[in-house]
T-cell receptor, first 113, second 115 residues
């Protein structure tokens, strides 16, 4: 199992550009999450999904969109990049059982200039 | 609302010292799960431990130990005989039991272990 994979690892965007952060897991997990980590802060939830076709907002969803057409993939879309979206983005997944542990992808470091 | 507080933001110690990282949480759930993650300088998040609320037995794993006290809503993490490789940011987190299973994180504590 590759676990949770994220692409790209690094990206620099100009203000107003758009991009998609990719997240894939090969563990057949139902639940998937996108978090962002700002310097000196913990992780904050952007969006999550409890299964294919089902998504919901987290704590900081503004400026982002997600979709979940398959169990494996959970892409995060930035439509009009802003400097406030400069952050490290982590994807995570679990099966959904209460005894489960969230395992995280390696992260994507995004800079918006 | 659920909340996790890591009051210490940064600690610096000399190798072989013991260090304790504090974590205080707030939740209305009667059953809940707590976690510690390590984020080394390379940036990935490494799972260290999961603890459920109905098991207050302390846990030890090598040089790591965890002290869970429900009465004070604390889940503290101690590293014994610290090593340079322990230098990282450590996060305490609480799982939401409302259906999303999301994690609520503390702000993290940066530990620097000097040789």
């Amino acid at each position: 199992n590759a676990g949770v994979t994220q692409t790209p690892k690094f990206r620099i965007l100009k203000i107003g550009q758009s991009m998609t952060l990719q997240c894939t897991q090969d563990m057949n997990h139902n639940y998937m999450y996108w978090y962002r980590q700002d310097p000196g802060m913990g992780l904050k939830l952007i969006y999550y999904s409890v299964g294919a076709g089902i998504t919901d907002k987290g704590e900081v969803p503004n400026g982002y969109n997600v979709s979940r057409s398959t169990t494996e993939d959970f892409p995060l879309r930035l439509e009009l990049a802003a400097p406030s979206q400069t952050s490290v983005y982590f994807c995570a997944s679990i099966t959904g059982g209460r005894r489960d542990t969230q395992y995280f992808g390696p992260g994507t470091r995004l800079t918006v200039l | 609302a659920q909340k996790v507080t890591q009051a210490q933001t940064e600690i610096s110690v000399v190798e072989k010292e013991d260090v304790t990282l504090d974590c205080v949480y707030e939740t209305r759930d009667t059953t809940y799960y707590l976690f510690w993650y390590k984020q080394p300088p390379s940036g990935e998040l490494v799972f260290l431990i999961r603890r459920n609320s109905f098991d207050e037995q302390n846990e030890i794993s090598g040089r790591y130990s965890w002290n869970f006290q429900k009465s004070t809503s604390s889940f503290n993490f101690t590293i014994t005989a610290s090593q340079v490789v322990d230098s990282a940011v450590y996060f305490c987190a609480l799982r939401d039991q409302g259906g999303s299973e999301k994690l609520v994180f503390g702000k993290g504590m940066k530990l620097t272990v000097n040789p």
